[in-house]
Structure formats: structure tokens, C-alpha cells
């Protein structure tokens, strides 16, 4: 795995063209570039080893969900928030094939020369127009064809979107509509489907009514029974609307990616629950390999090496890595944790093994892969000079050695 640049002379012209042709619309967060200067390269060994690792993890996190939902009385210690707790039940003819399933494992090289795994993004992972556009324009701008390839995501999740959905059905892709991070995501999706001959609406969790075992578009001028319901809006933000517009999401049997059967891993508590998963004959070997220790917060007590992270976190924020955290931030999470000990967990801290470019320079990677339908997909990659991968990071290309 390396770090290898963009020509300086060639970067501004392919960051403007992320911009403008490859849905990069958040170019910069806060008074930091998130779009990087170089491409991560990882070897053909290093990309079979992922893809074993992946799909183990996804078979495994695929059938402790299944387990869970069948024997609710064993997520106590997800410790979901309340409202989801009351819908979640719901979520009683499950069928697995009617869906598309999406995940993002995040891997992290380690000084012992292994992977570490901080999480899966189970419910709704982004970054898929930087999985997709930006590995190719950067295999075009250092003209490096012939001695890397890339994957695409998109086109992945695209052919399973095919395969579940009739040819020219109605999808409506759920989002929060006031963000544009959200909509080029969706955008980015829209567009390769209604190249697939897809009639596509753009909406919030609200525009779309369950009834009778059909979901119907409630938007104006795009009223009318959907085909598939894609949200990408947070389960856990999705209960901050009006209980009426969100229940049914989990009852409903309208094909989905993805369903709230996700928020099971999503949790960071998920760990808290794989020694009884595994009295259940739910193997759990893979995660317990790639995972560092977790525990419940009271547990971790005294002990070193430990740093807490909020149940529901997203993009690496509320993490307490003392070294990545500015100003009061450590104290002020040391703080929530004291006073809301269940809305975390403690996990033995890993030491990342931070990769140098040819100026000395120093970045510390987090890569993403995906997996639908239990399938890799597609890889999506961040850096960072801080420890924590943090909205503050750099979206970078991923590309594979030739063999």
C-alpha cells in the first residue's frame, strides 16, 4: 500500500473536473481541501486479502442481523435509541433476496502489519461517486493504465439495483433533501439509473406513503405507487420527524436499500452482543480477528489504552483519540460519556501505521469496502495527518497493481 501523486501541474484541472463532471460538490470542509493530491495504490495480494476479509465479515454480519431480529430480546445491549427500539419490532417478514443490502467495512493498516477494522457502515455509507468517477480520472490524469485498474462501485450497486427492481420501475432515493453532500450522493445514483431506463424521484423520508403493502410517492407532480424505496436518510435521524412519517419504513415489504434490519451493526455497540450470538452458533471469528476489543464503558474502567466512541457516530466524529481531538473537544466527550455511559462504548485503541509520500509527508488511511449482496463492490478511500478520520479528511482514489 503507497501513496502515489497526482502531478502537481495536472491537479487543479482534475479536482475541477471531480467538481463539475464527477459530483464532488463538497470539495472543501471548513479551511480544508477534501480532495486529495494523490492515489492510494494497494497491491493485487493486498486486494485478494480484503476481498476474502470483506466477504467473511459480511456473511457473518449478515447472519447475526437475521439472528437478532428473529430474538429481540437479545439487542438490549445495542442500547438503540428509544424510538427506533419502538418500530424496530416491526421488522417481521424480512426477506433478504427482495432487497439490495449495502455495507462499508472500514480497514486500517496497522504498525503490526496487519488490518484493523474500526466499524461497518451498515445503514446508509456514502462516498459513492468517489468509489465510482475518481479512481478512473485518476488512472487517466497520471496516465497509469498499464500498470493499475480500478473498481467501480457504482456500476455494482446499479446491477443489483437491476436485479431486484422491474425494468423501467418507479425508485424514489430518500434523502435529506436541504444538503447537497446528500444530493450528490443520490444525484450521482439518479443519473446512472435513468441511464438504466429507471424512472427516478428525488425526495425526503416524508414523500413516501406505505399502504396496503404498496409505497406511493406523495410529492407533487411525482404522486404514485413506487417500485423501490432507496433511503439514504440515517435511521437515527429519521426519528426526529413526526413518528407518522417514519413507522412504516420498518413493516413495509417494498423492495428497499436499505432496510432498517441494518441498525443492528450499524450501532458501534454492535460487539456487545457476539458471546451471545456465538452460544447461538452465530460465528463471529472474523469480526473478534479485525476488531479491537470492545466494551461496555464501566467495563474499560482503569484500564489503558482504551478511547470511547458515541453508538450512533458518524464520519469519525465524538471519538475520544486525545492526540486528533482541538481545543476542549477530549473533555467535553470525556464529559458526555460520564454523564450518558450507554450512547457509548470503550474499544482498545490500534496503532494506525501512517504512509509516506515522497515529500516526508505523512498520512494515516482509512479504506472503505463495500459489499452488496454479501459481493465486494468497490473501495472508497480517505487520509488524514490526524489519527482520527474525521470529517476533515481527504477523499483520495483507490487503485490495484496490476498483477
Known sequence: MKLIPIPKEKYDEYKLTLMFDCYKWDPQYLDNNTVAPYALVITQEEHKELVQYIEKLDKETTAAEEYLNQHQELIKPLALPK???????????????????????????????????SEVNSDVPGGYAEGSFMPKLALETIDGEDKYWCMNFGENLVAAICSKVRAGGRIMLVHCTSYSDDRQVMQFLGDRLKEKGFEVIYGAADHVKFENGKAYSTLDGNEGVLDMVYRYTPLEWMIEMRRKYYKDYYGSTVPTCNHP????????????????????????????ELLPETLEVK???????????????????GISIKEACVDDEYKKILKDVKWHPKKYLAQKKFIAKPLETEEGEQFHVCLGCYTVDGKHAGYYARISKSLRIDSNAADTPVLIEKA
Open 83 to 117: 424510538r427506533i427500539r419502538r418500530e424496530i419490532h416491526k421488522i417481521t417478514n424480512y426477506e433478504p433476496d427482495k432487497h439490495v443490502r449495502l455495507k462499508r467495512y472500514d480497514f486500517h493498516p496497522t504498525i503490526e502489519g496487519k488490518w484493523a477494522v
Open 261 to 288: 434490519i441494518a441498525m443492528y451493526a450499524q450501532t458501534k455497540r454492535f460487539p456487545l452482543v457476539w458471546d451471545e450470538l456465538e452460544k447461538n452458533g452465530i460465528s463471529m471469528a472474523t469480526w473478534r
Open 299 to 317: 467495563d474499560a474502567k482503569g484500564k489503558e489504552g482504551y478511547i470511547y466512541k458515541p453508538a450512533c457516530g458518524r464520519v469519525g466524529d
